[in-house]
């Protein structure tokens, strides 16, 4: 059974709250695929849109990695809150029973930034940058791994979302400018969050076939499948690093 959560003001509920219905979600993947997809070929054979598409760039990146730092914050008090430091096992394996209600709200306000993060594609494709398909692909599919997960209650997602949005604070304050010392916290971060994920989803796959003690998952399915987008994105950033690495 799911755990009894507070219902004062805000009852996370995957699937009744709005805009967290499956139809939706996969609605949105579906529609930011096609769309993506169609202004490539758009553009493809046209000259950058730069007449508004640079200050665009620069506020998005420069407000996403403002609410990212703010987000990292705000999920680390209200865990702390909710208890899911009192030990290793809270916080990986088997969540605390009295989650607060503003702990429910940051992993809403989560879910919904991910598709936000579809406008990135947008502004690059029309400004004429390099898009590869690890950062298409990640921005495709994290939104459908954050909604499994909450809907499944995916029980390390805590420690992920804090090194996410942790990630995500420095990635866009580096492509705003902010500061040219960011990019050496996203070179370690990006790589470092990926082996996290794949880590801690064979530890909690261990716990549920080999141990027999699984973790707070509802479903086998969103264990697989978290740990398996992890694993394709590790991937594709190692090619994408060694593709850099011939080019230079």
């Known amino acids: 059974k799911k755990k009894t959560i507070s219902k004062m003001d805000f009852n996370l509920n995957i699937g009744s709250n709005l805009f967290t219905s499956l139809?939706?979600?996969?609605?949105?993947?579906?529609?930011?695929?096609?769309?993506?997809?169609?202004l490539e070929s758009y553009m493809?054979?046209?000259p950058p849109v730069l007449?508004?598409?640079?200050?665009?760039a620069f506020i998005n990146n420069l407000f996403y990695g403002l609410f990212s730092w703010v987000m990292m914050i705000f999920i680390g008090i209200t865990a702390w809150q909710s208890g899911f430091f009192t030990s290793f096992t809270t916080l990986y394996c088997h969540a605390p029973k009295n989650i607060t209600l503003y702990y429910q709200l940051a992993l809403y306000l989560t879910y919904l930034s991910k598709f936000w993060e579809i406008w990135d594609l947008i502004l690059v494709i029309l400004m004429k940058g390099k898009i590869t398909l690890h950062f298409k692909i990640h921005h495709w599919t994290t939104a459908s791994i954050t909604w499994f997960a909450l809907r499944d209650q995916v029980s390390f997602m805590l420690p992920l979302l804090l090194i996410n949005n942790l990630l995500?604070?420095?990635?866009?304050?580096?492509?705003?400018g902010v500061s040219p010392y960011f990019i050496h916290a996203v070179?370690?971060?990006i790589p470092f969050q990926y082996a996290f994920g794949v880590s801690m989803g064979v530890l909690i796959l261990l716990h549920r076939f080999y141990w027999k003690t699984p973790c707070d998952a509802l479903t086998t399915f969103s264990e697989l499948y978290g740990?398996?987008?992890?694993v394709v994105y590790a991937i594709l950033h190692q090619l994408e690093n060694i593709e850099k690495e011939k080019e230079d």
């Open 23 to 38: 139809e939706f979600m996969f609605g949105m993947t579906i529609f930011s695929i096609i769309l993506i997809v169609s």
């Open 44 to 46: 493809a054979h046209r």
């Open 51 to 56: 007449s508004w598409t640079i200050k665009a």
């Open 168 to 176: 995500h604070g420095f990635v866009y304050w580096h492509f705003a």
């Open 187 to 189: 070179v370690f971060l």
């Open 227 to 230: 740990l398996s987008m992890f």
